[in-house]
T-cell receptor, first 117, second 110 residues
Framework: GAVVSQHPSRVICKSGTSVKIECRSLDFQATTMFWYRQFPKKSLMLMATSNEGSKATYEQGVEKDKFLINHASLTLSTLTVTSAHPEDSSFYIC?????????????FGPGTRLTVL | AQRVTQPEKLLSVFKGAPVELKCNYSYSGSPELFWYVQYSRQRLQLLLRHISRESIKGFTADLNKGETSFHLKKPFAQEEDSAMYYCARGETGGGNKLTFGTGTQLKVEL
């Protein structure tokens, strides 16, 4: 149980376009979803926390107008990178949690590799 | 802000040797500490959490509040232990938010 999927797994886009990444909890209801960015050989940087039905909470330094997050249902959150630029190229990972999760456990998706040309 | 420090980027040991991956956290309140592991080409997954006092795949980690540490240990390393290990701290006050360390790449050599 507790499977989280991401789509797409890999995306290449042109500079200036927008890209949407989906995060789904497949077998549980995720009241909270998290979006991370992972740089090569570095840690996960939390970008934002998304709660179903409410606005996302962004970490300091993350542009909310650039990284739009929507958590419309208990099983789906989306991250849209607007007007993407090459510096947005990265590995984006989502995770999901629920009240039933034992003590803050987060279940991670496989990640999405974004390359902006 | 909470901080989690993993001083070693890479730890290389021989098969059968003991392993200790270091993790220190910034002190405040009652921390919730976790170890996550990422095997090659796989997603991040929970290895163990301090509250459970469990041993998973031979790994254990003891929370030392005096030293603000949560080092991960295994007496005899196996080849399949080679992976990226992240120490993480839950936010005091809940909210399910985690702060991750920079990770340690463990390489077990034959």
């Amino acid at each position: 149980g507790a499977v989280v999927s991401q789509h797409p797994s890999r995306v290449i886009c042109k500079s200036g376009t927008s890209v949407k990444i989906e995060c789904r909890s497949l077998d549980f209801q995720a009241t909270t979803m998290f979006w991370y960015r992972q740089f090569p050989k570095k840690s996960l940087m939390l970008m934002a926390t998304s709660n179903e039905g409410s606005k996302a909470t962004y970490e300091q330094g993350v542009e909310k107008d650039k990284f739009l997050i929507n958590h419309a249902s208990l099983t789906l959150s989306t991250l849209t990178v607007t007007s993407a630029h090459p510096e947005d190229s990265s590995f984006y990972i989502c995770s999901a949690s629920s009240p039933a999760a034992f003590y803050n456990e987060q279940f991670f998706g496989p990640g999405t590799r974004l390359t902006v040309l | 802000a909470q901080r989690v420090t993993q001083p070693e980027k890479l730890l290389s040991v021989f098969k059968g040797a003991p392993v200790e991956l270091k993790c220190n956290y910034s002190y405040s309140g009652s921390p919730e500490l976790f170890w996550y592991v990422q095997y090659s080409r796989q997603r991040l997954q929970l290895l163990l959490r301090h509250i459970s006092r469990e041993s998973i795949k031979g790994f254990t980690a003891d929370l030392n509040k005096g030293e603000t540490s949560f080092h991960l240990k295994k007496p005899f390393a196996q080849e399949e232990d080679s992976a990226m290990y992240y120490c993480a701290r839950g936010e005091t006050g809940g909210g399910n938010k985690l702060t991750f360390g920079t990770g340690t790449q463990l390489k077990v050599e034959l």
